[in-house]
Nanobody
Framework: QVQLVESGGGLVQAGGSLRLSCAPSEGTFSSSHMGWFRQPPGKEREFVAAISWPGSATDYADSVKGRFTISRDNAKNTVYLQMNSLKPEDTAVYYC??????????????????WGQGTQVTVSS
């Protein structure tokens, strides 16, 4: 079974930046749309961003639009989430996931089959 591995989380001050990375433990992302979700403390998991295969389309939650950028390097088999102008409300565990189905349902977490273990992002005020 494919496992996704996230990295790049940490503690940052408000206004700072972090870049998260996601890669599979084996295999490739070939032909798969990919997404990032997050779960703030005490809240439900929510959609953050998605990128199509091979990368021509992207989508963002309103709360991160203009601050976060999702991208993918298919040669390196890696998906990234560049997070700028971070706010305390961005504090959450961030997960990457694979969407094997259609792009149209990219914001629904039940459309994703493989998930990473999550990486903690903490933004201090």
């Amino acid at each position: 079974q494919v496992q996704l591995v996230e990295s790049g989380g940490g503690l940052v001050q408000a206004g700072g930046s972090l870049r998260l990375s996601c890669a599979p433990s084996e295999g490739t992302f070939s032909s798969s749309h990919m997404g990032w979700f997050r779960q703030p403390p005490g809240k439900e998991r929510e959609f953050v961003a998605a990128i199509s295969w091979p990368g021509s389309a992207t989508d963002y939650a309103d709360s991160v639009k203009g601050r976060f950028t999702i991208s993918r390097d298919n040669a390196k088999n890696t998906v990234y989430l560049q997070m700028n102008s971070l706010k305390p409300e961005d504090t959450a565990v961030y997960y990457c996931a694979r969407n094997p189905t259609g792009w149209g349902r990219r914001r629904f977490d039940f459309e994703y089959d493989y998930w990473g273990q999550g990486t903690q992002v903490t933004v201090s005020s």
